[in-house]
């Protein structure tokens, strides 16, 4: 007596010995329940306790708590799918609800007993009465209370006494969560779109609220139930205090800033255990970088831009431009279906790569020369920033549930059209159908073996950079041929041959009819054959491009004959300008 469970486990032993009682006795390793706080073994110990039945139905239903729950399960979009399997079987095979606990302070099980009998006071209408109380006062009335207090005066028991005491238990925890929906979701909030956690609370969370839901409202709490995986350190180990190895969001806040958290969280898997370090941040801070950067060039070129004095229609624009809007309006499509099916991490890499591949290095790369070298209310340059528009307002919309702070810091810069919400928060997602522009299907396809000359033309001229036969682009000339090899893209590249020193960055592109001599077959496309040689002229000292027209105009001397019409342009509108003033 007075001794704990395992310094008596051998004076039992040694006692059912003494008695001829003991069939065997020896050790053997096993695994046993520990506590997870402390580390110390678990003791059990059976006592009695409240339960919710699950294999009886309740008073006016058919079917039994576990019956209504399984059904509903199959009602529940779950992310990852092995979810629903896993709820289940978890719901299929568990025993009765245990909703008791022996604590000093909870949520109290509103039970009374009769001091003189022992029976529970089972009159619902004075029960309810403590209802009242906790609207009042919270749980805590519970304990501050007499149950004469509590009780309307006069409640009786059948056997005529009337002095009661309070059930000591309290409910499980699981329990106070698992109906955390009945107090946060209010009316057609009911019920919620989405539960996220970790996977430990499929027996946690995710099953006390689908109970208890199933019990009061005859359905689940929520359309879908996203699950994470748990945070690794860099070496693949649980993050934990005794490890020392934690990295807390506000410690990656301070550091790194708030957004780069949340990228972080949108650029994994989290479906699977992740892994945090300083140098993941690190990396992940480059590619935010990147982000920012093609917002940065977005909002430069759009200073000048009033969308309802100089967006063009879309069937004004050049053909590369409408040409971006649609693949935009596809990013924005894909985008979309992504956040819906909780997918962020694809949202992210599709984002990033459109803003660094597509855009950076392709289109606005492109744009600079329309941007930088054509008059301000050259159509040319106004085409050019509609389109510049439409990506950066469709892009910082869906990136906004990512890039939270970034967003908010771009749209003040964006140029406004009337009625636009004060915040990107405020806003919808970008529509599709209203970003592209239609272009046709066989024009698209134009534009993406363009693109893909383009990159080989590029690899070109580092080669003969390397070999020092020009300094940059603008100092080159591309010869090209396309054969056989490459059906079609001989005359693809005669029909837009005025396009391509745009396309290409450089000052001149010839396409020979014939594949001349020196011509060396392209490395990535196939039948297509690229020199580059000198640019023919001389160089403008506006827009670096080299011409042979350099010095034609006497007004111009100095400039191409691209800049001397952009010049003119220039003037003419300033004159214009003053006379209306």
Not at 80 to 105: H, L, N, T
Not at 273 to 291: F, G, H, P
């Amino acid at each position: 007596k007075g001794k704990d469970v395992f310094s008596a486990n051998p004076i039992v032993v040694k006692l059912l010995q003494d008695r001829g009682a003991l069939l065997g006795h020896h050790d053997y390793k096993h695994t046993y329940p520990h506590c997870w706080r402390c580390h110390n073994p678990v003791i059990f110990r059976a006592t009695e306790q409240w339960f919710i039945k699950m294999d009886q139905a309740a008073h006016g239903r058919q079917k039994t708590l576990r019956q209504e729950a399984l059904d509903e399960i199959h009602q529940v979009k779950w992310i990852p799918a092995w979810g629903e399997d896993r709820m289940y079987e978890m719901i299929e095979k568990r025993p009765d609800w245990c909703v008791s606990r022996q604590r000093f302070w909870g949520v109290p099980i509103i039970v009374f007993y009769c001091d003189s009998c022992g029976k529970r006071l089972e009159d619902y209408k004075a029960l309810r009465s403590v209802v009242k109380w906790f609207e009042k006062e919270g749980a805590d009335a519970w304990y501050k209370h007499s149950p004469e207090e509590l009780l309307p005066a006069g409640t009786k028991c059948e056997c005529g006494a009337s002095k009661w005491r309070k059930e000591n238990d309290i409910l499980d925890v699981w329990f106070d969560s698992g109906s955390s929906h009945l107090s946060v979701l209010k009316g057609p909030e009911w019920p919620a779109d989405v539960y996220l956690e970790g996977p430990d609370q499929y027996r946690g969370w995710f099953h006390s609220s689908l109970l208890v839901a199933t019990g009061t409202l005859d359905a689940a709490p929520y359309r879908g139930v996203v699950t994470h995986g748990w945070t690794l350190d860099e070496q693949g180990r649980p993050m934990s205090k005794s490890l020392g190895n934690v990295i807390t969001p506000a410690q990656i806040c301070e550091k790194w800033g708030a957004d780069l958290l949340r990228l972080w969280v949108a650029s994994v898997e989290y479906q699977a255990d992740v892994k945090m370090s300083e140098r993941v941040m690190t990396q992940l801070t480059e590619a935010y970088r990147k982000i920012r950067n093609t917002f940065r060039f977005a909002l430069g070129n759009l200073a000048d831009f009033d969308p309802s004095r100089d967006a063009l229609a879309n069937n004004q624009l050049e053909e590369i431009d409408r040409w971006m809007l649609d693949r935009t309006a596809e990013l924005v499509k894909k985008c979309r279906e992504w956040y819906a099916n909780y997918e962020f991490h694809r949202v992210y890499h599709a984002i990033h790569d459109y803003c660094v591949v597509d855009l950076s290095a392709f289109y606005f790369d492109v744009l600079k020369d329309r941007l930088y070298t054509k008059a301000a209310k050259n159509k040319s340059r106004r085409s050019a920033q509609t389109a510049v528009w439409k990506i950066s307002d469709a892009l910082v919309r869906l990136a906004a549930p990512v890039l939270v702070f970034t967003a908010e810091e771009i749209w003040k810069y964006l140029p406004k059209t009337a009625g636009r919400p004060e915040s990107p928060h405020m806003a919808v997602f970008p529509d599709a159908a209203e970003l592209a522009c239609g272009i046709a299907a066989r024009e698209a396809e134009k534009w993406e073996r363009l693109a893909q000359v383009r990159s080989a033309v590029l690899l070109a001229l580092e080669q003969a950079r390397a070999a020092k036969a020009i300094g940059g682009g603008l100092e080159a000339k591309v010869r090209l041929h396309a054969n056989s090899k490459a059906p079609g893209l001989q005359e693809l590249l005669k029909e837009k041959g005025s396009l391509l020193p745009a396309l290409f960055i450089v000052s001149q592109v010839a396409v020979d009819s014939a594949e001349p001599d020196g011509l060396v077959p392209s490395e990535t496309l196939p039948g297509l054959a690229v020199k580059i040689e000198r640019a023919d002229g001389k160089k403008c000292e506006r827009c670096w491009n080299y011409s042979t027209h350099v010095g034609e105009n006497s007004r111009y001397p100095t400039v191409c004959e691209r800049c001397s019409e952009a010049l003119a342009e220039i003037e003419s509108d300033a004159t214009a300008g003053v006379a209306a003033n």
